[in-house]
C-alpha cells in the first residue's frame, strides 16, 4: 500500500507527518496550503484534459454534491462582504476576514474537490490515517506522564503566529492542559484543544474499521480510542458508540423484518414511554451536569447569538463575531456553535448556504450506506461533522478535518462512477 501517483504522495506525507508538523505549530497554515494547492491541481487537470501527465490527470468532471459546495461557500463569501457593508466595517477589516474565508470556509467545498477529480484512492487514505495512529500510540505515554512528572502545560508557541490565525493556541505545542472546572489534566494531542481531539479520535476510528491489515487497524483503532478517552470529552464518547454502530445499521432499513421490529417497539411505548422519557431525561442532565459551567457558557452564548441575529442582522449576519461579556467569560458571541454562530455572523444566507450541501451529502451517504459498505465510512464521518457543528465552529477546524474531507469528495466520486 504505497502511494501511486503525485495528489497521493503529498496526501500521504502530509498525513503521516502530523506529529512532526505540530511540533513547529505548521498545522493551522499546512492545512489551507494543502487545499489550495490540491484543488489547484484538480482545477489545472480538468483544464488540460489528456494533455496532462498520467499521474495528475482528472478521473472525470467534478459530481453535483461536489459543484453545489462551491457555489454554497461562494455565497458564504458574498455573505461576508454583505455583512461588513451593512455594518460599515471598512475595506481592511473585510480583506482579512476575506483571508479568514480563505482559510476556513472556503477548505470545505476545495478538499471534496481534490477529492472528487484527483486520482486518489480511498485505500491510501485509510492507511495514512492509521500510520499516524502509531504516531499518536508511541508519544501517548509522554503526553500521560507528563502533568505528573512537572513538564509544563505548553511547550511553546511558533513563530508561525504571525501568519494570523484564530487564536495563539493554533500555533502553540502542548503536554496536556489542565481543565479549569475540576483542575485535572486532559489531552489535545495535535488538536488546538480537548473537545475536538476528542471527535479527530473518532474520525481515527471509522478511517481503522476500514483498514484491511489487522496491524495497522489495531494501531488505529488504539489511537482513535485513546485521543477519545484522553480528552475526557463527553461529545467524543456520543461519537465513538453513534457513529460507528449509526452507519452499519442502516442496512437494516431495507429489511422488512427491522420495520416490524420498530413497529413493535413503537408500540411497546405505550407501557414503557414514561419511564424511557424520564430515563433519558435524566440521563441529558448527567450528560449536561458533567461539565455545568461549560454547558452554562454555551447556552448562553447560544441565547445571545439567535435573539441578536434575530433583532439586528436577519439576512448577512453581523460580519463577524462579537466581544463577550461575563456572564459568558469572555467568549466571542458566535463561537462555540456552528449553526448559531452562522446566523449571527452571516445570517440566514450563510445559514442555508452550509445546511444544503450538508443535507445532500448526508442524504447519499445513507443511501450508500443502507445499500453497501461502501458507504459507512462516509456516513460516520459526516456525522462527526455534524456533531462538532453542535460544539464547535466548523470552519475553523476545516484545517485538521481535510483527510474527512477528501473522503467525501472520494466517495462522490466512487458513487458517479458506479451509475
Not at 99 to 121: E, N, S, T
Amino acid at each position: 500500500m504505497t502511494p501511486q501517483t503525485l495528489p497521493e504522495r503529498i496526501v500521504w506525507s502530509t498525513l503521516v507527518w502530523t506529529w512532526p508538523l505540530y511540533a513547529v505549530g505548521a498545522l493551522y497554515v499546512v492545512g489551507p496550503v494543502l487545499a489550495w494547492s490540491l484543488a489547484g491541481l484538480a482545477c489545472l487537470s480538468l483544464y488540460l484534459g489528456p494533455a496532462i501527465r498520467e499521474d495528475l490527470r482528472a478521473t472525470g468532471a467534478p459530481p453535483p454534491v461536489v459543484i453545489v459546495w462551491g457555489v454554497a461557500m461562494i455565497v458564504m463569501l458574498v455573505a461576508l462582504w454583505m455583512g461588513h457593508l451593512n455594518w460599515q466595517m471598512g475595506l481592511k477589516q473585510t480583506i482579512k476576514s476575506s483571508i479568514g474565508w480563505a482559510k476556513g470556509w472556503a477548505l470545505m467545498a476545495l478538499f471534496p474537490l481534490a477529492g472528487a477529480v484527483l486520482p486518489l484512492r480511498r485505500e491510501i487514505l485509510i492507511r495514512a490515517q492509521c500510520k499516524l495512529g502509531l504516531w499518536t500510540v508511541c508519544i501517548t505515554p509522554v503526553l500521560l506522564v507528563a502533568p505528573y512528572i512537572g513538564l509544563p502545560e505548553r511547550i511553546w508557541t511558533s513563530p508561525l503566529k504571525a501568519v494570523g490565525g484564530p487564536g495563539p493556541e493554533y500555533f502553540s505545542v502542548y503536554f496536556f492542559t489542565f481543565d479549569p472546572a475540576s483542575w485535572t489534566p486532559r489531552w489535545q494531542f495535535f488538536a488546538p484543544w480537548s473537545p475536538f481531539a476528542a471527535l479527530l479520535g473518532v474520525c481515527t476510528v471509522l478511517f481503522a474499521l476500514e483498514e484491511k491489515h489487522r496491524g495497522w487497524r489495531a494501531a488505529g483503532f488504539a489511537a482513535g480510542v485513546i485521543m477519545i478517552l484522553a480528552s475526557k470529552s463527553r461529545m467524543g464518547l456520543v461519537g465513538l458508540v453513534a457513529c460507528t454502530i449509526g452507519p452499519r445499521m442502516m442496512p437494516l432499513v431495507l429489511r422488512s423484518w427491522a420495520w416490524a421490529g420498530l413497529a413493535a417497539l413503537v408500540a411497546s411505548l405505550a407501557v414503557t414511554g414514561q419511564w424511557l422519557a424520564r430515563t433519558l431525561g435524566n440521563g441529558v442532565a448527567a450528560f449536561k451536569g458533567a461539565r455545568a459551567d461549560s454547558t452554562r457558557v454555551r447556552a448562553t452564548l447560544q441565547r445571545i447569538a439567535y435573539e441578536r441575529w434575530q433583532e439586528e442582522a436577519v439576512w448577512f449576519g453581523h460580519g463577524r463575531v462579537a466581544p463577550g461579556a461575563h456572564i459568558v467569560e469572555y467568549m466571542p458571541i458566535g463561537s462555540h456553535h456552528t449553526w448559531f454562530g452562522l446566523l449571527f455572523v452571516k445570517g440566514l444566507v450563510g445559514f442555508f448556504a452550509f445546511l444544503v450541501p450538508l443535507l445532500w451529502q448526508i442524504a447519499l451517504a445513507m443511501q450508500d450506506a443502507a445499500r453497501g459498505p461502501r458507504g459507512r465510512l462516509p456516513l460516520g464521518l459526516s456525522m462527526v461533522i455534524v456533531l462538532l457543528t453542535f460544539g464547535e465552529n466548523i470552519e475553523i477546524e476545516a484545517y485538521l478535518l481535510w483527510p474527512a474531507l477528501l473522503m467525501l469528495g472520494i466517495h462522490a466520486r466512487e458513487l458517479k462512477t458506479a451509475q
